[in-house]
Structures are given as structure tokens and as C-alpha cells.
DNA sequence: ATTATGGTTAGCCATATGCCTAAGTAACAA
DNA sequence: TTGTTACTTAGGCATATGGCTAACCATAAT
């Protein structure tokens, strides 16, 4: 269960971010260029542009300059890798009992 | 659309790190002690109560204190909202093509 | 009462993050 | 060809993060 994963790393560093979750929610409706994403976001083109480098490392979207023109996509799919984690977790949390022989040495049974 | 969550920034900021997430790891499997969770780590005491701080302020950890001892244990149930932001998100993306229309007629100039 | 244990607080340090402005570059447009 | 547009790069600044040590409680344990 690979919790020293650069990618899981980048992907919820990516997602901490409520700047980051708003380029994210745009690209869903469909592709946009960087002013697009730009445009309702009240800061300066290059913090953008640092968001969306965030965005790109972890692969939740993917960008082509045609032109002048740099055109963003959404990659949803990558979302998937923490679905996984948090269904691993949730199916780990899930048989904590079968486990429980291991930790069993000075509990006492309980009625509740 | 709640992107504006501070609560979802904590949780995926705590997430976006490996040592906290094998804490969580460790907490799926049956709750623990700051000392048992900090066993495995390789890092001081201190470092592992920040890790701690971070998970429990997100709320995906709930500690009680009794003697000097402190137990931690998960609380699962708030990776829902993760999932759940997951969902709002895959769905927009399924219905995009539906706001073609609509993204045409905001494509005209407006005064904001 | 004294010591050991388990946790906590305080404070320091290096790096990362998020923001900015200013100055560049590479298409288009006129 | 000259200017405008759409990024891009460089660099600077303030705060946050993740790590440490040292010292400090507050309970056990002896």
C-alpha cells in the first residue's frame, strides 16, 4: 500500500488548495487557455501560471500551446489514485477486527 | 459548489503528506498511542505531535487524553467529503457538453 | 519522595509556498 | 515593421511547513 508516492504527494498538495480546486471546477466544464482560468481569479498572471504548473506535476491537466495560445484539459481520471487510497483505507478500517489477535494481550472482553 | 472549505483544504493539505498518511494507516488498524504512532517514524516526538495537530484539526483524528497517556483514533467517515468533492467533480466533467450553449452565450462580452 | 515515563511547549532553522512586479519572448494584427 | 497579445522567466518578499533540541508538566512506578 504505497504511501511513499510522489504522485499521491503532488496530487492532494494539489487539491489543498481552494485557488487550485476553482481552475479545477472551470476545467470541468471544458478546456480553457491560461487568461481564461486567469480571468475570475483576482491575482497576477504568473501565480497563476505557478498554480497550474501545480496542476500539470500531479497530471490533473494536461496543456498545449498552439500559437501564443496555451489550451488546459482537464485529466480526470487521475482522480482516481485517491479514490483508491481512500478505499484501501476504508476496507483497512473495515477489518480492524480480524486483526485484532495482535494487539490481544491485555484487552478484556467487552459488552457495549 | 463549496471550493471556499477550509475544512477540505486541511483535509487534503493533512493528506498531502506520506508520514501522515501512514499514521492513518497505522489508526485504520485500531487506535493508538502518540508513542505507538510514533514507534515507526524516525523522526522526534514533537514532529510526530505536529503531524498529529494536522490530523486532527482536519478532523480525520480524535484523541482523548486519560493519565498521561493519549490515544488517538480515526475518524473515517470524514474521507466522505473528499469523495464527495471527487463526485461534484467527475459529474460536472460528465455533463460539459450539456453547457456548450451556455458557455457560447457568456462568451459575449459582459461588465463585471 | 524520588525517579521514570508519556506527552507537551517553546523556540530555532531550512526549505517550500503563494504572492507580487518587471522584464522578456513569441505569435498575430495592422 | 511596429505594436499588441498571450504567455513566460526571473527574482524578491512574507508566511507556512516540517524538522530539530531543550526544557517542562503530570502521572505512574519504586
Redesign the pocket.
Known amino acids: 500500500m504505497a504511501n511513499h508516492n510522489e504522485q499521491l504527494d503532488q496530487m492532494f498538495?494539489a487539491l489543498?488548495?481552494a485557488?487550485r480546486r476553482g481552475m479545477v471546477d472551470r476545467l470541468c466544464k471544458g478546456p480553457a487557455?491560461?487568461?481564461?482560468l486567469a480571468e475570475p481569479l483576482?491575482?497576477?498572471?504568473?501565480?497563476v501560471?505557478?498554480?497550474l504548473r501545480?496542476l500539470e506535476n500531479c497530471g490533473l491537466v494536461r496543456s498545449t500551446?498552439?500559437?501564443?495560445?496555451?489550451t488546459c484539459e482537464l485529466e480526470p481520471e487521475q482522480l482516481t489514485q485517491v479514490e483508491i487510497w481512500i478505499n484501501e483505507r476504508r476496507s483497512l478500517w473495515g477489518r480492524r477486527f480480524d486483526r485484532l489477535g495482535e494487539f490481544l494481550v491485555n484487552s478484556e472482553p467487552t459488552n457495549e
Not at 483576482?42 to 501565480?47: G, I, K, R
Not at 500551446?65 to 496555451?70: D, L, N, P, S, W
Request: no cysteine; hydrophobic share 30%.
Open positions: 498538495h489543498s488548495d485557488t487557455t491560461v487568461s481564461e483576482d491575482m497576477a498572471l504568473p501565480t501560471m505557478g498554480h501545480v500551446k498552439q500559437g501564443r495560445v496555451r
